[in-house]
């Protein structure tokens, strides 16, 4: 992913709406690239300091941030998860179902 792509993408972070495969690729970049922190940093501030002033409640942008951040860690790690206990019954799927064969070719 490059910073373009990255910036078009903030307001999906911002409003949560990010799948998982573009919510990774996105904070892969966010963690390597300070110039795209800085960018995500200042529209999290345009768009929840905006929303928060006008409702008359306090803002603290680098807690938001942090916020959005653990948020996104939290998605990913889950979908992570779900992948490998998705592969794990894959392949003890298919282990039954060898063995069915096996058993059913010996008998």
């Known amino acids: 992913m490059d910073c373009k792509e ?5 307001p999906a972070f911002v409003g949560k709406t990010l799948e998982y495969k573009d919510l990774k690729k996105f904070m892969e970049h966010v963690e ?4 795209c922190k800085e960018e995500l940093t200042i529209q999290v501030l345009v768009f929840e300091g905006m929303a928060r002033l006008e409702e008359g409640s306090a803002f603290d942008l680098q807690k938001e941030l942090d916020s959005r951040i653990q948020e996104a860690g939290r998605k990913i790690r889950f979908h992570e998860l779900l992948k490998y206990i998705s592969i794990t ?11 069915i064969i096996m058993l059913f070719i010996l008998h």
């Open 32 to 35: 390597k690239c300070p110039s």
């Open 6 to 10: 990255l910036e078009k993408m903030i």
């Open 89 to 99: 019954l894959e392949l003890a799927a298919l282990a039954a179902v060898i063995i």
